[in-house]
Structures are given as C-alpha cells and as structure tokens.
C-alpha cells in the first residue's frame, strides 16, 4: 500500500502559476503510475495529467495542455504538477491518486488517493 500527501495549493490570480507536490510513503513508489485529479463545486473528478513509472510517459487533459507539466522523481517518493497560466476555470480540489493497474485515465482505475489540496484561482 502506500499513503498520498498533497501540497503547494493556495490562492492565486489569474495567469499566476503553482507547484503542488505529492509525497508518497513506502518504498516501492516507482511501481506506481500516478495521476492528478480535480473536482470542482458541481462538477465530476477528472483526470488532469498522468505520468508512467518511470516518468518517460505522460497524459494530459486537453484544458491544461501546453499550461501544465507533471514530474516524478522516485528518489524522493514525489510527484509534482506545476501549473502554470492559471485561469479561474482551474479552480478546484486537487488529488493525486496512484495505482499498480498500469496505465488509468479515470478515477476508477486508482486505488489511493492523497486527501486534495484546494487552489483557487481569482479573476
């Protein structure tokens, strides 16, 4: 098994950037495909990037293409999303969620889940 914990949400204008990280227990974490997740108020949880094991693949959602990037370093259990050009649409709870099923693109498809990090985004 292994335990998720977000960081690095907050509060920021519009076009402002943020780096959430999220730091995983136990020490076979680069046997897991990770995903970062966002739900907003009213709205279903959507994938918004994913990265291999090794961290040569990646998936983004079409919406924050070109805007975000997600990053692994297995030395140190983390993976982080660095978003950058951020609009108000972004706003959300983000998650990140991994999972020993190989390559998932819904939720469903994710075992654990870290608590969410809230980022707002104000116009």
């Known amino acids: 098994q292994v335990q998720l914990v977000e960081s690095g949400g907050g509060l920021v204008q519009a076009g402002g950037s943020l780096r959430l990280s999220c730091v995983a227990s136990?020490?076979?974490?680069?046997?897991?495909?990770t995903g970062w997740f966002r739900q907003a108020p009213g709205k279903e949880r959507e994938l918004v990037a994913a990265?291999?094991?090794?961290?040569?693949?990646?998936y983004y959602a079409d919406a924050v293409k070109g805007r975000f990037a997600i990053s692994r370093d297995n030395a140190k259990n983390t993976v982080y999303l660095q978003m950058n050009s951020l609009n108000p649409e972004d706003t959300a709870v983000y998650s990140c969620?991994?999972?020993?099923?190989?390559?998932?693109?819904?939720?469903?498809?994710?075992?654990?889940w870290g608590q969410g990090t809230q980022v707002t985004v104000s116009s």
């Open positions: 969620a991994a999972t020993l099923s190989g390559w998932q693109t819904t939720a469903r498809g994710y075992d654990y």
């Open positions: 136990g020490r076979t974490f680069s046997s897991y495909v």
């Open positions: 990265i291999s094991r090794s961290g040569d693949g990646t």
